[in-house]
């Protein structure tokens, strides 16, 4: 029993007592002994035995209420991989429920590696999806495993840490939202937080520990108020107090540049009642007792959020002058605000909720009949990234169904909510009435009414993909592109092909030039050269995405079709340092042209290394750039390596390119474009990328005099508010 009890199992087996029969506890002993003897001599990274992983997930799941299938599938979901043990075993010994479900996990984690990084995140994905629409089981229990993961990140090389706490943040977190599981969700974004930005995070939590006791006493004497009150009206009311998530708190403080004090909602009281009716006579007198603060009031009861989400939502201020936020709701509603779609197994829902379940999970089957039809793998991970949004509006069509979309949708996304029909014969809208533009933003309790015509050949415009917000409705406009205007879209996918190959100086015969096409077109997945460029055309494969993978393919066929020159004698006579005009001492050759490599912007004090291009002299590199080999002699072609250095006495200027990863707030470029020009140092250009997650990155191209100089740049630019780091963009 020791045994049990090191690796966690006992304190398990504790928490599981009473709630299962002794079948199933049997079957849970079962399915721990085959976990131990699997993992006996594996190790995480940590030290600790690998066997403590599984045991957690399991744990975790049994604090959800989850059912004994799940927690002897979270015993052996990695048991399939590390051992002989086959899913007809496991089946034989546990059932048909516990061999799909660990199979549903299992699976997740086979992506070919042959796929770029974004293609296997993206078809990890959908294949969670495909599993979760069998059994939802399966994401709770891959949930319950990345929670138990993230709690143990640290132990991950920093590379790793960062891409595991992005992920975490951009797909498992929304998906825990959107299932309804609260615990889940903001334990893994204060997990993901605290490695992405982690300042920010020890910022935000020294700040709330600090001030825990006065906080907690303000929630204590707010609630014992209220109670004394309500209780007159609504007897059996329970009432409790909580304090925003860091996470919850970091969007609206480093995201929406505001201040803690700013923060309406940075505490709030639920109460929680027996009936409906009691939810909104505890409204009353809540607003009798405070005043509430105008549009801060929120009715999720009459209209649920899309994970069911019900609440009664109101702001108001305290006689001290603090603002706070009170959430009024009945036990079913807490139920599923606390645990969303593992309610159904917690509270043993029966009959009664099994319409309620499967209408939860119809979003899973309407996402999944989108993606089939789209040819761009990555749309299901858009979809989650701009859709799974926690900020919502609700807007009214004219029979008063209510429309839930993401936070800043406009008239497209509502109109592709209510239906793809509907949206590919929009003419026009009305806002409460009145005429409005196709991108006016969707306020809450707005009513939108869609004016559409019956002609046939009115479709979307190309120029809706630009406007609209939801990933599901741009994924509708594509298809339907997709579908009408074939040979529109063939057209435009060869005018758009024609123009990046152009760019990207991608030149062959005709005839070879259809056959390289269609080696892409094969990769993409697409039948034909035509059906590639129709992808092109209607936005189902976004080009700027793979021009690197098809460039790699155009170098590899100009490598195997053409001769090898060679340009660097054998037997050279002994080298002389040679200084060139551009400020650089070329190892041997005299009078030629110099060329600074544009993928990592060498400056005076970096350590560079010359390459000899055939027809364009010598492009220069840093030392450290991706494209310099880490062992020259091992290159394809070492002898068109030279060695290169800097003339330390010629002063030249530089332009080299710098990424700045900052936070949306207004102002931000004037107060670094502000930096430089005290600096005196030139600005040639500025492109900004919007990230989606509350930050942009700013390419600004500037002119510095080295290295040195660039540096004492980038050390002002920090400074600025908002910025998480500077760096030099191509290194």
Avoid at 624 to 640: G, W
Avoid at 680 to 702: A, E, L, P, Q
Wanted: charged share 30%.
């Amino acid at each position: 029993m020791t045994q049990t009890y090191e690796t966690g199992f006992g304190r398990l087996l504790e928490s599981l007592k009473g709630n299962f029969s002794e079948k199933d506890m049997d079957r849970i002993n079962k399915a721990y002994s085959i976990a131990y003897a699997a993992h006996k001599d594996q190790k995480r990274r940590s030290g600790e035995p690998y066997i403590i992983h599984p045991v957690a997930v399991a744990q975790i799941l049994s604090d959800m209420g989850m059912d004994a299938d799940s927690i002897c599938a979270a015993l052996l979901h990695d048991v399939v991989e590390d051992t002989e043990m086959t899913d007809e075993e496991i089946r034989s010994i546990f059932g048909k429920d516990v061999e799909h479900l660990v199979e549903g996990v299992t699976k997740l984690g086979q992506i070919p590696l042959s796929a770029s990084k974004e293609e296997q995140q993206s078809e990890n994905v959908r294949k969670m999806f495909l599993a979760m629409s069998e059994d939802i089981r399966v994401i709770i229990i891959k949930l319950a495993d990345r929670l138990h993961n993230m709690r143990t990140l640290r132990f991950m090389p920093e590379e790793k840490r960062l891409y595991k706490a992005k992920e975490t943040l951009e797909i498992y977190a929304p998906i825990a939202h959107r299932l309804g599981i609260r615990a889940f969700k903001e334990e893994l974004e204060d997990l993901a937080i605290s490695f992405l930005d982690t300042v920010a995070y020890n910022e935000i939590a020294q700040t709330l520990e600090k001030q825990v006791e006065s906080r907690q006493a303000f929630l204590d004497n707010i609630k014992s108020e209220i109670l004394e009150r309500v209780r007159q009206e609504v007897p059996n009311v329970h009432i409790e107090g909580r304090i925003k998530s860091v996470h919850g708190i970091y969007r609206k403080t480093y995201m929406k540049d505001k201040t803690i004090d700013e923060i309406y909602d940075i505490y709030a009281v639920r109460l929680i009642v027996d009936s409906v009716y009691e939810c909104y006579c505890c409204l009353g007198i809540i607003h009798d007792m405070f005043n509430p603060i105008p549009g801060r009031f929120k009715d999720y009861i009459s209209t649920p959020k899309p994970n069911m989400y019900q609440s009664l939502h109101t702001t108001v201020i305290g006689k001290a002058g603090v603002p706070f936020e009170v959430q009024i709701r009945t036990w079913e509603m807490h139920h599923t605000a606390e645990y969303g779609i593992a309610a159904h197994w917690k509270y043993k829902l029966g009959m009664s909720g099994k319409a309620k379940f499967e209408e939860r999970l119809s979003w899973i089957r309407q996402l999944l009949e989108s993606q089939k039809e789209s040819d761009d793998v990555e749309d299901i991970v858009k979809t989650i990234k701009t859709d799974f949004v926690p900020e919502e509006v609700f807007a009214f069509t004219p029979k008063g169904d209510v429309i839930s979309l993401p936070m800043g949708s406009c008239i497209i996304d509502f109109a592709y909510a209510i239906h793809s029909g509907v949206g590919n014969k929009m003419i026009g809208a009305k806002a409460d009435g009145r005429i409005t533009t196709l991108d006016h933003k969707i306020n809450n309790g707005e009513i939108i009414e869609i004016l559409t015509t019956s002609s046939q050949g009115k479709g979307p415009s190309r120029d809706w993909l630009k406007i609209a917000k939801t990933a599901s409705a741009k994924s509708k406009i594509r298809q339907w592109f997709k579908k009408e205007k074939r040979d529109e879209n063939i057209a435009e996918g060869k005018a758009e092909v024609e123009r990046e190959f152009k760019r990207n100086n991608i030149t062959l015969p005709e005839k070879q030039m259809l056959e390289f096409i269609s080696k892409i077109a094969e990769k993409q997945r697409c039948n034909s050269a035509d059906d590639f460029f129709a992808a092109i055309g209607y936005g189902g494969i976004t080009l700027t995405n793979i021009i690197p993978r098809i460039k790699d393919e155009y170098t590899k066929l100009v490598k195997a079709t053409q001769p090898q020159q060679e340009v660097v004698p054998t037997v050279q006579p002994p080298k002389k340092a040679v200084k060139s005009t551009e400020g650089i001492i070329i190892e041997g050759i005299d009078n030629c042209l110099i060329k600074f490599s544009r993928c990592c912007d060498p400056l005076p004090g970096d350590d560079i290394i010359g390459f000899i291009t055939r027809g364009h002299g010598v492009s220069i590199h840093t030392k450290k750039c991706a494209n310099v080999p880490k062992d020259i002699s091992k290159a394809a072609e070492p002898e068109r390596w030279i060695n290169a250095s800097w003339d330390t006495k010629v002063q030249n200027s530089y332009r080299v390119t710098l990424a700045i990863t900052c936070m949306d707030r207004v102002g931000m470029l004037a107060d670094l474009s502000a930096v430089i020009a005290n600096m005196h140092v030139m600005i040639h250009s500025i492109f900004t990328k919007d990230t989606n997650d509350g930050r942009s990155t700013i390419y600004m191209t500037i002119t510095v005099n080295g290295a040195e100089h660039m540096k004492n740049v980038c050390e002002k630019l920090k400074k600025v508010k908002g910025v998480l780091s500077t760096e030099r963009s191509g290194l």
